[in-house]
T-cell receptor, first 117, second 110 residues
Framework: GAVVSQHPSRVICKSGTSVKIECRSL??????MFWYRQFPKKSLMLMAT?????????EQGVEKDKFLINHASLTLSTLTVTSAHPEDSSFYIC?????????????FGQGTRLTVV | GEDVEQSLFLSVREGDSSVINCTYT??????LYWYKQEPGAGLQLLTY?????DMKQDQRLTVLLNKKDKHLSLRIADTQTGDSAIYFC??????????FGKGNQVVVIP
């Protein structure tokens, strides 16, 4: 299947700093990218849907100014956690789709473990 | 909105069948999916079923959909050690989003 690369896989940052996570589709053009947050023993919580060239659509309860999402090209989306706090520590996963149809498979990155100390 | 629930843990002997269940509440879902997450790995789409189907079989995988009860199940025949993972069901909701259930950990005992 297609490959989605997420970087970094792990990051530790100090409280108050910002962290950028990259999500790249390596062998296809991702018209839509999704960002999820996964809590221990819990499901993936969709944070936002990002379409190339337009502003991301955030889910209710997700702070736009805190979780900045940029989808500048068809192969790259970034999530920046601004002014990180310990409660932002989590596992963040991106997903990319090459089309808009429901049957278009979404490919997932390996995830990023963020620890804020 | 979407609300997907799953049971959490299942242990099964190698060679037996395993069944994972999922309920959802969004009756407007068009597609329902099963994803697999192995330790340290990303999510992998296993199969999906269109909402106007009752059953889909794909090699060792059988998906059953009871739309009336909003119940989705995944049966894995001849379960193998490589099937040990967390399985998520997911559904499409508004705006082509994917909403996921809590995940069901399957442990295969040799």
């Amino acid at each position: 299947g297609a490959v989605v690369s997420q970087h970094p896989s792990r990051v530790i940052c100090k409280s108050g700093t910002s962290v950028k996570i990259e999500c790249r589709s390596l062998d296809f053009q991702a018209t839509t990218m999704f960002w999820y947050r996964q809590f221990p023993k819990k499901s993936l919580m969709l944070m936002a849907t990002s379409n190339e060239g337009s502003k991301a659509t955030y889910e209710q309860g997700v702070e736009k100014d805190k979780f900045l999402i940029n989808h500048a090209s068809l192969t790259l989306s970034t999530l920046t956690v601004t002014s990180a706090h310990p409660e932002d520590s989590s596992f963040y996963i991106c997903s990319a789709r090459s089309g808009a149809g429901f049957d278009t498979e979404a490919f997932f990155g390996q995830g990023t473990r963020l620890t804020v100390v | 909105g979407e609300d997907v629930e799953q049971s959490l843990f299942l242990s099964v002997r190698e060679g037996d069948s395993s069944v994972i269940n999922c309920t959802y509440t969004d009756s407007s879902s068009t597609y329902l999916y099963w994803y697999k997450q192995e330790p340290g790995a990303g999510l992998q789409l296993l199969t999906y079923i269109f909402s106007n189907m009752d059953m889909k079989q794909d090699q060792r995988l059988t998906v059953l959909l009871n739309k009336k009860d909003k119940h989705l199940s995944l049966r894995i025949a001849d379960t193998q050690t490589g099937d040990s993972a967390i399985y998520f069901c997911a559904e499409t909701g508004e705006n082509n989003r994917l909403a996921f259930g809590k995940g069901n950990q399957v442990v295969v005992i040799p």
